[in-house]
């Protein structure tokens, strides 16, 4: 059965995510899929880019790509995770890889949440809903 009703994973609130992918398919598909008139998505095409990106905004949450040329999304999340800045934001790893070994590096490094490429675009939409509510519950819990 078909809703009429858009799908809108985010309802009130402005957000603001950063999808950071060196594959230019990937953040148009990030684009396109995530929008909404409450969501604002940025794209970066590597992990420096991300960074200065970063620098710049406050961004609500990141869904990094693992393998891109340069710095990997490993490296990122471990810088931002290294900055106190950071320490609220959740990040989501996104990435083709989904042995026992990426998916603990990704989390040592302070990932908050994993996905398995090809991305199902809607339960990214609700994973992202999810992980946003429960990053306000425990800010407003601490």
Same mark, same amino acid.
């Given at each position: 059965?078909?809703?009429?009703?858009?799908?809108?994973?985010?309802?009130?609130d402005?957000?603001? @995510? !950063? =999808?950071?992918? $060196?594959? #230019?398919?990937?953040?148009?598909f990030?684009? &396109?899929?995530?929008?909404?008139p409450?969501?604002?998505?940025?794209?970066?095409?590597?992990?420096?880019?991300?960074?200065?990106?970063l620098?710049?905004?406050?961004?609500?949450? @990141? !869904? =990094?790509?693992? $393998?891109? #040329?340069g710095?990997?999304?490993?490296?990122? &999340?471990?810088?931002?995770?290294?900055?106190p800045?950071?320490?609220?934001?959740?990040?989501m790893?996104?990435?083709?890889?989904?042995?026992?070994?990426?998916?603990d590096?990704?989390?040592?490094?302070?990932?908050?949440s994993?996905?398995?490429?090809?991305?199902?675009?809607?339960?990214?939409?609700?994973?992202?809903?999810?992980?946003?509510?429960?990053?306000?519950?425990?800010?407003?819990?601490?």
């Open positions: 059965m078909s809703s009429s009703v858009p799908f809108s994973y985010v309802r009130g402005r957000i603001e @995510l !950063l =999808v950071v992918d $060196d594959d #230019p398919i990937q953040r148009e990030s684009t &396109v899929y995530l929008a909404t409450d969501v604002d998505v940025t794209t970066s095409e590597s992990a420096e880019d991300g960074l200065s990106k620098a710049l905004v406050d961004f609500d949450m @990141l !869904l =990094v790509d693992v $393998d891109m #040329p710095m990997d999304g490993i490296e990122m &999340v471990r810088r931002l995770r290294a900055n800045r950071y320490d609220g934001v959740p990040i790893v996104i990435t083709g890889r989904e042995d026992m070994v990426s998916i590096q990704a989390y040592e490094a302070g990932a908050t994993f996905m398995c490429k090809p991305v199902n675009w809607r339960l990214l939409g609700h994973q992202v809903r999810f992980l946003l509510r429960a990053h306000r519950a425990l800010s407003r819990a601490a």
